[in-house]
């Protein structure tokens, strides 16, 4: 097991599973919002998770990943709240809403202002799955078989949606410095 604290949890440790909710809290909110803008459902999934995780503690001996476990719980909690969600608002509205919101983006701290805007540009061109790909990797520092696992595909396809979204990433961002 790669996290010490999911095993104090299993044991009825209530601290550990304060400091583990802590840890996570950030990290599935800005996950969430790579799905949709609506902060209520992204904070209602995370606190399912978390009550989840807690009411079935005693079944948990068998994740050898706490974080890839985590995750792939919250993305399906979460996306079946959109659809829920989104059913809802279709029925009242009568128009189909938008579900996958590209808000937030994957950037670098240390690279200048211009190269930021000009990522931010072509990460907005990636599909949805591309820029999920790339947030689970690079930011959640996922290994490919987690990130195939969450997005319910073979390693080797996640291989090519990385590769396809890096070689866009890099072909956008060297034609904007080109137009810049």
Do not use: C
């Not at 490919?144 to 396809?164: G, H, Q």
């Amino acid at each position: 097991m790669d996290n010490p604290i999911f095993q104090h949890i299993i044991n009825g440790d209530t601290d550990a599973y304060s400091g583990l909710y802590k840890e996570y809290y950030r990290k599935f909110y800005n996950y969430g919002r790579k799905f949709t803008s609506n902060i209520h459902l992204i904070e209602d999934s995370i606190q399912e998770v978390f009550l989840d995780l807690w009411k079935r503690r005693d079944k948990l001996a068998h994740v050898t990943s706490p974080n890839f476990y985590l995750y792939s719980s919250f993305r399906y909690i979460l996306l079946r709240k959109i659809k829920q969600h989104d059913k809802l608002v279709l029925n009242e509205s009568g128009e189909e809403p938008i579900a996958f919101s590209i808000e937030n983006v994957i950037v670098n701290n240390e690279l200048n202002e211009e190269l930021q805007l000009k990522l931010q540009k072509a990460i907005k061109s990636l599909t949805g799955r591309q820029l999920e790909a790339i947030f689970l990797k690079f930011y959640e520092n996922l290994s490919y078989p987690e990130v195939a696992s969450i997005l319910n595909i073979s390693v080797k396809a996640t291989y090519k949606i990385m590769a396809r979204s890096l070689s866009a990433l890099k072909e956008k961002v060297m034609f904007l410095s080109i137009l810049f």
